[in-house]
Structure formats: C-alpha cells, structure tokens
C-alpha cells in the first residue's frame, strides 16, 4: 500500500456492533461540506423507514446528495419484502456507486451499510473490491456497515471499530428521534 499524497483521498471503514458507523460517516460530510467539497452517500440497506438524515441532508445540497438505494433493513420484523428484491436493490446502489465514483464529480463517496448487504450476500465481494480499487485517487471512500470483510479492511487506510459498552435498547428504551433515526 503506498501512502496518499496531501491532495489524495484514503479509504475509510467504519465497522463495528456499537452504533455510530453512519453518524460517524455524515460527520465527515458536515466537515466536507463546510470546506466546499462534493460529498456523494449512496444508502445500501436503509429505505422505507423515516430518519433523520432524509429531511437534513437537503439543507446540505447541492454539495451533498444522498441516495436512498436499499428497501429497507432485511430480515427484521416489518421486512415484507423477498430476498431477492434486497438483492436486486443491493446490485442497483453497486452501479450507482461505480457511475458515482467514476464521474469524478466527488470528494468524497460514503457506501452506506455497505458492509452489511455484502455480509448478508445482497452483492459480492468482487464488486466491492473492484470499488475500492477504481476509486479515483482524488476521491475519499467510505464504506460503513458491521462485518466488514478481511479483505475489505485490508484495503482501507483508516479503519474504526464501534464497540457497544452500553445501549438504552437493552434496558426497553425505544429508539429516539434525532438519535437514532
């Protein structure tokens, strides 16, 4: 691995059981943002639930765009949708992110939950990788998401773990407005 030069991007992984990864990613996008730069987050696994970040990422246009691509958490209690259509919205935010990241119109592109579809096998290994490696040097990526591949990992130049000490979840407190979502 060679080290980037002051005008070269990095590749980030923000990984982990404890929460934080996606916070932590649209930290970067406030600084980002706040220095002019052109921040892309395309959202593998989040979709039909209402956060957040849907209603304030658009204060932050035109220099920050965000694409919802996913269909919502897999597998969870309210999940009516078949493997296959994760699956296929999965492939679809992979094109996205490559026609993204080749465009050469962003600083910076965040792969949001990205590691979670691939360890749930929604896309493959090879893609991700192949993202990593075409990244322009220009171009920061990050990619968030629990289980991040070994090979993952080994690519990236920054990587933080989030490890859960304490969660409000394990004593019934529901998920907050403004802090979870």
Do not use: C
Request: aromatic fraction near 6%; glycine fraction near 10%.
């Amino acid at each position: 691995m060679t080290t980037p030069g002051p005008d070269e991007g990095i590749v980030v992984v923000f990984t982990g059981k404890g929460k934080g990864k996606t916070t932590a990613a649209l930290g970067i996008v406030l600084r980002a943002v706040g220095h002019g730069h052109r921040v892309g987050m395309i959202q593998f696994i989040k979709g039909e639930w209402f956060y957040g970040e849907l209603t304030s990422s658009k204060r932050l246009e035109p220099e920050f765009e965000m694409i919802v691509a996913g269909k919502g958490f897999v597998g969870i209690i309210d999940d009516d949708h078949p493997i296959e259509d994760h699956r296929m919205a999965a492939q679809k935010a992979i094109s996205i992110a490559k026609e993204r990241l080749l465009s050469g119109n962003y600083d910076i592109i965040i792969l949001d939950e990205i590691n979670y579809a691939l360890s749930m096998n929604l896309i493959f290994l090879k893609d991700v990788i192949d993202i990593i490696n075409s990244r322009p040097k220009k171009t920061t990526l990050v990619l968030t998401g629990n289980h991040a591949a070994k090979e993952v990992l080994e690519l990236a130049d920054l990587v933080t773990e989030m490890k859960e000490i304490k969660h409000p979840f394990g004593r019934g407190i529901k998920a907050k407005k403004g802090i979870d979502y």
